[in-house]
């Protein structure tokens, strides 16, 4: 039996369906919920744990920000740190935030991979991947306060269509494709943009190559040559 591993998209989908039935036991009187809303910065831990293994642990430092913000924020609720001793921290952020700088020099190249599903997680930074697989059939995409590219100018659709989840969340998703596929975009943008942004051809073959869905939420998500 095939098991396909945990996506992003599953993960961020089941804590915002946990979080809405936590507030909606509170707001209909079925439960006081007000203790397990005291635990809400465990699942943004938890979030930036995951992004840091799915990308392999190429993606750290803007997930480790993100770890470390929530993680500070849990212990202030619990009580067992003051929140001015969590406060005088925050110059450990821009120590982060530059090593994030100077890192993302070493990663600016694409990294090419062979898998036929990717799984590209980025937060407060960027990620470049580049598929060389010949039986690709898609990737899970997710770019929250950062950007990720795909680069499938290599990849082979051998049983078409490939399906890509992009979702951006304040930051910004671009896929590369060759010029003769033929893509669909159904990405649903909320206060953000989707658009296949290559030069319309004279030329163009029926048959879909590409679907992009998920969401731009305040954010971008684009399909390029």
Not at 47 to 61: D, K
Not at 86 to 109: E, K, N
């Amino acid at each position: 039996m095939e098991y396909r591993r945990v996506t992003s998209q599953v993960l961020v989908g089941g804590v915002v369906v946990l979080l809405g039935l936590v507030l909606l036991a509170r707001t209909t009187g079925v439960y006081d919920t007000e203790r397990l809303l005291g635990y809400v910065p465990t699942l943004f831990v938890l979030i930036g744990l995951f992004a840091i293994v799915a990308s392999g642990f190429r993606n750290v430092v803007g997930p480790l920000m993100v770890v470390l913000v929530a993680g500070g924020w849990q212990l202030v609720a619990l009580d067992y740190l003051a929140a001015d001793t969590v406060f005088s921290l925050w110059p450990v952020l821009i120590v982060l935030f530059g090593l994030s700088l100077i890192l993302g020099q070493y990663r600016a190249r694409a990294v090419a991979r062979e898998s036929d599903f990717l799984t590209t997680v980025a937060v407060f930074g960027g990620r470049a991947e580049r598929s060389t697989s010949k039986a690709f059939h898609g990737a899970d995409l997710t770019a929250a306060f950062g950007a990720v590219e795909l680069d499938l100018r290599d990849a082979v659709v051998e049983h078409p269509p490939a399906t890509i989840n992009a979702n951006a969340m304040f930051g910004g998703v671009e896929v590369v494709v060759p010029r003769d596929w033929n893509v669909r975009v159904d990405v649903l943008p909320l206060f953000g943009a989707a658009d296949d942004e290559r030069p319309r051809r004279e030329e163009e073959h029926d048959e879909v190559d590409l679907v992009v869905t998920g969401f731009a939420l305040f954010g971008g998500v684009s399909v390029e040559d």
